[in-house]
């Protein structure tokens, strides 16, 4: 009777071991590429003026990847142009390409200066981008998968002569 009881106790210990192990070790998703489509003014006012930021996604993974929420941050020229999380929710097909976009608003009286200075400069020219930020996957037991790219992109004349109004 003693024996059995142990016997137990020893199969549960390594059952929840084992449950424990994997929960912690998480599954291994190989890193999706990440990199600045476009920026857009969406909306100028005299305080703050809302971009919209469109980025592509490729899944290298075999599985689909099923984004809950992306945190990013976002250098342009080497200004802190943006960061947040956003909470969007889109699936990047398994061996694919995707894409989402995120709507920053910027406060005008805190960045005018360097900002104003880039939307102008990039008309002419590349300007340089840095992007990091996480991917929180919604597959049981994954970690959160980081994404860094580097990278230039030209901004539209006519999107900033015109805006986009909401």
Do not use: W
Request: hydrophobic residues 40%; glycine residues 8%.
């Amino acid at each position: 009777m003693m024996e059995t009881t142990r016997l137990r106790k020893f199969t549960l210990g390594a059952v929840a071991c084992f449950a424990a192990g994997c929960a912690s070790t998480g599954i291994t998703v190989e890193k999706p590429g990440v990199s600045l489509r476009n920026v857009e003014v969406a909306k100028i006012d005299l305080d703050h003026q809302t971009f919209v930021l469109d980025f592509d996604v490729i899944n290298p993974n075999p599985f689909p990847l099923p984004i809950r929420s992306v945190s990013y941050g976002v250098e342009l020229d080497g200004f802190r142009f943006a960061s947040g999380e956003t909470l969007g929710e889109f699936t990047v097909p398994a061996n694919s390409d995707s894409h989402f976009e995120i709507t920053v608003d910027v406060d005008l009286m805190r960045t005018a200066p360097q900002l104003m200075f880039i939307v102008r400069d990039g008309i002419h020219r590349d300007i340089p981008y840095a992007l990091e930020g996480r991917f929180a996957i919604d597959v049981p037991f994954a970690n959160p998968v980081s994404f860094r790219n580097e990278g230039s992109i030209r901004l539209n004349a006519g999107e900033l002569a015109a805006g986009r109004s909401d």
